[in-house]
């Protein structure tokens, strides 16, 4: 059986106990033992509410006996408690989840669970206070400590933090106990096969996709548990909540170069939680300068304090990613009171400014950054793990992804969450724009009819239950993430619009008042984002697709989905699927059904129609899925190709649909569960590159996209044509000029091109050269023959690669890979950094390239990244197309 990676088994899925300060910039003759925080996340029980008679008030008493409780995983939820405790299998492995019971058939009760923690902290000081905060519990829940109910009422709402100041309740000796007793959502849905089951999920304000989707299977418990973070804070008298930063970068700014000063404004709300009035400073120290203001604060009081703006002078920017440098501050906001910090929040600051503007041309929204036009290149985003293991090192490896895409927007689908702080942290340092909708979704909420769904289309259209909540819970997320920079779009739902009284409120009332300088738009794919102009079709297309689709036919000109397959490679599929189900799926051309095996389906596969045997008939799973990267990088490298080259004419933007999976699905993604990249990644790393040189199929145009603010000069472009022996032939070479920001056509191919591959095919590579003969951008394509068939590839001859491997420094590869000789071409070599005792692959690792062609007589350098595998005796494994399979020594 297949190694399988079990939730709460593998530190990687753990959250990692780090400070929530990011600095310690410390005032001279200042004091600030009064304040700090640190999470309880282990040594948590939990059990059943069945399995309990007692009360809350007598469970949280330390005498109390939880002896025969199970250790619970907190952050986590009842499934991922019950499966790190062996309970029931993993649901990622095969028919697993079908043996996991399902909420809907066992009743709320079931999944209903007291969590305890045991923690140490002592009454502080006189004055002094320390905050039991929750950031997120799915969906209801009451909480005790030391015999005391903290709350009046349950607490609802996946989506809304709770904090408690539990200064009078800690107990004398510093031994303390915390119960909470876990509800389910009110309404857990039908999960009967539909987008969100039967829809009734989404009457709930938190999360739809737990009934089921079209690429999830529903997950048994709806998500049930303390899902997020829960801190003990120690303050002084006054506690700052929720402070605001909004900067302000008036003009078109280069990336480079002296800027015109920034506007920083700063402003937070202080809570004085003593019975005493108290005095004192706000204060920020940013760039070396400090900004304050005095403040007396009534006893028993919050109060809402704006600093004086500052001006930032020559202010190092932050950028989108391939536009210019993240550069971040770290600002320290404080309360001084007397000699005495009473509280701090250490926050990291990217100084830039986000507008939009309507751009007529494509008849579609424009985004600017700093001034700067930005062609968005995105891809859609569900959420890291659909059983919220979350973790900092989980999401800065993923966002990292997509940075290496070469994307510069991620989109946050509203059937899932507002991402959380650790997401967007990634998303700031790695330059990711990101677009975040709010929850709903035109499937549960009513835009289509719909036969599995339980209620009609107007009642949908009024879901959730409770506005007033919905509302409260959106105000407090969006304090929760306003202040990082990466933060670009604020989006009402996927594909609908929230109820109109809800919209209103948001439009009219709460985003101008917690977060005006974003651009809010109703639904994703809102005609206030693009509008369907002759030959759109809205979103999409989705699904595998003919790569000229990409090029000649028009969609929305701001796409926010469009996209389809990626099944990972053979190793990948091992990782999850039973050897008794690695059977081929079965394409039918006559009827264009795909016929796959239980588990295929079971995990959402698409099919790839009658694109893999064009590569010829799939021998078996292992040659099946070898033949899927060659689709999946074509089928990505071509999509952002063919946006790329009607940029600013056609389109403003586009968004995969999408780049990653929760779960092991057999759709949509760049890399798969474990982290572990497929073609699609490099396909759209190769055709999203920020300087690209490009092939048209429809018509053999040859062209230059500039997605930099940079003019790029004295350039040559050379292409060249090779056959399946090696053989060279050049096709033209030309000096080659392009402005900012803009596609240049060049000169048709397209008759030498197909003459050159009408028999078995050919290899087309396109060069951009610097004056030193550099290159710059290199892009290789296979040519089908003339019946659309790669026969050629076929009969390649194998030959053997030179390759060697050295460390450059720690947790860094460099692997060179050369092509002696008058052979063929080196095709589609995927290189894996591995375990050498296990061959099992690293994960995550990050490489410069993969799937990498080398050209007879040339030479190519793949740098590979990686973390916490130093110990690990390392190699890497090299296998292509028509390369001999082998291990690689790493050179010390």
């Not at 737990?210 to 120690?234: F, L, M, S």
């Not at 709300?269 to 400073?281: C, H, I, K, R, S």
């Not at 693009?530 to 079709?537: A, C, D, H, L, P």
């Not at 779960?663 to 982290?675: E, F, K, N």
Request: with cysteine.
């Amino acid at each position: 059986m297949a190694k399988t990676y079990p939730a709460g088994k593998t530190s990687f899925f753990k959250f990692s106990i780090t400070s929530l300060l990011f600095s310690c910039l410390v005032f001279q003759g200042i004091t600030t033992k009064a304040q700090s925080k640190y999470e309880l996340n282990t040594g948590w029980k939990c059990t059943p509410v069945g399995n309990v008679k007692d009360k809350g008030t007598e469970i949280s008493q330390s005498a109390y006996n939880t002896a025969a409780w199970m250790p619970a995983v907190v952050p986590g939820t009842v499934l991922t408690s019950l499966i790190a405790d062996k309970k029931v299998p993993d649901p990622f492995y095969g028919m697993n989840n079908e043996q996991i019971p399902d909420i809907y058939r066992t009743g709320r009760d079931y999944y209903t669970y007291w969590f305890v923690k045991d923690f140490k902290e002592a009454q502080p000081q006189v004055g002094n206070q320390v905050y039991l905060n929750f950031r997120g519990v799915n969906y209801s829940f009451d909480v005790f400590l030391n015999g005391h109910k903290l709350n009046d009422k349950p607490h609802k709402g996946m989506f809304l933090r709770q904090s408690y100041n539990i200064t009078k309740w800690l107990a004398k000796n510093g031994n303390n106990r915390l119960a909470v007793i876990v509800y389910p959502p009110d309404v857990v849905g039908n999960p009967n096969g539909g987008q969100g089951g039967d829809g009734t999920i989404a009457k709930n304000v938190g999360i739809q996709y737990t009934a089921g989707w079209d690429w999830i299977q529903p997950i048994k418990d709806r998500n049930t548990g303390i899902w997020d973070k829960v801190v003990i804070e120690r303050t002084g008298a006054v506690r700052i909540k929720d402070p605001h930063v909004v900067t302000l970068v008036p003009g078109v700014r280069q990336a480079e170069g002296p800027q015109q000063s920034a506007i920083i404004q700063v402003s937070a709300e202080l809570e004085n939680a003593t019975a005493q009035p108290v005095t004192g400073e706000l204060k920020y120290t940013l760039d070396g300068n400090t900004v304050s203001k005095k403040v007396t604060l009534k006893a028993n009081s919050v109060q809402a304090v704006q600093l004086n703006d500052y001006t930032l002078k020559n202010p190092k920017l932050w950028w989108p990613s391939g536009y210019g440098v993240q550069h971040l501050y770290p600002m320290q906001l404080q309360f001084v009171a007397g000699t005495k910090v009473s509280d701090k929040e250490d926050i990291k600051i990217g100084v830039r400014q986000i507008t939009t503007e309507w751009n007529t041309r494509t008849e579609s929204r424009q985004i600017n950054i700093n001034g700067q036009k930005i062609f968005i290149k995105g891809g859609n985003w569900i959420v890291s793990d659909e059983m919220l293991r979350f973790s900092d090192a989980r999401y800065d490896a993923e966002v990292r992804f997509h940075r290496d895409m070469n994307l510069n927007l991620i989109r946050v689908w509203g059937g899932a969450l507002i991402e959380r702080p650790e997401f967007y942290e990634a998303c700031d340092k790695y330059g990711m724009l990101v677009f975040q909708d709010m929850w709903g979704s035109g499937d549960c909420n009513g835009r289509w009819t719909d036969p599995m769904k339980l209620e009609d289309q107007w009642t949908r259209r009024k879901y959730p239950d409770d506005h007033d909540l919905y509302l409260k819970s959106i105000e407090d997320q969006v304090k929760l993430v306003r202040n990082y920079p990466s933060l670009a779009i604020w989006c009402g739902g996927n594909e609908i619009t929230p109820p109109e009284d809800i919209l209103t409120a948001l439009r009219d009332n709460i985003m101008p008042k917690l977060d005006n300088t974003r651009w809010f738009i109703p639904y994703s794919n809102s005609e206030e984002m693009s509008r369907n102009v002759e030959g759109g079709n809205g979103d999409g297309p989705y699904g595998i697709q003919p790569l000229s689709t990409f090029w000649a036919h028009k969609t929305y000109p701001f796409n926010s989905e469009v996209g389809s397959v990626g099944v990972g490679d053979y190793e990948s599929l091992k990782r999850f699927m039973p050897a008794k189900n690695m059977v081929l799926p079965e394409y039918d051309e006559a009827t264009h059904k795909t016929k796959a095996d239980s588990v295929w389906e079971y995990h959402k596969y698409i099919g790839y129609d009658e694109f893999i045997d064009k590569y010829g008939k799939p021998k078996d799973v292992e040659d099946f899925a070898t033949k899927a990267q060659l689709v999946n990088y074509d089928q990505y490298r071509g999509l952002m190709e063919g946006f790329s080259s009607h940029m600013w004419d056609w389109y403003t933007g586009t968004i995969i649909w999408k780049t990653q999976n929760p779960w092991t699905a057999l759709r949509g993604q760049m890399y798969d569960y474990y982290l572990d990249p497929n073609a699609c990644l490099y396909g759209l790393h190769n055709g999203s590159e920020p300087l690209h040189i490009m092939y048209d199929p429809t018509d053999g145009m040859v062209m230059v996209a500039n997605n930099t603010f940079k003019s790029h000069t004295n350039m040559m472009l050379v292409a060249k044509a090779y056959d399946m022996d090696g053989k060279e032939k050049m096709l033209t070479q030309v000096f080659s000029d392009v402005t900012p920001t803009t596609v240049k056509r060049y000169l048709s191919l397209k008759k030498a091109v197909d003459n050159l591959a009408k028999d078995k095919g050919a290899f087309l590579c396109l060069q951009l050269l610097d004056k030193d003969k550099k290159t710059i951008s290199e892009n290789i394509y296979w040519m089908p023959d003339a019946n659309g068939n790669y026969s050629g590839l076929e009969k390649m001859s194998k030959i053997n690669l030179d390759a060697s491997a050295k460390y450059l420094g720690s947790d860094k590869v460099e692997v060179t890979l050369n092509n002696k000789g008058n052979g063929p071409l080196a095709f589609f070599n995927r290189l894996s950094l591995v375990n050498t005792d296990t061959k099992q692959r690293v994960l995550p690792a990050f490489y410069s390239d993969n799937y990498v062609s080398v050209l007879p007589g040339e030479e190519k350098k793949v740098i590979i990244d990686y973390k916490g595998a130093d110990k690990l005796n390392l190699s890497v494994d090299l296998a292509g197309w028509n390369v001999n399979e082998k291990l690689i020594q790493i050179n010390k």
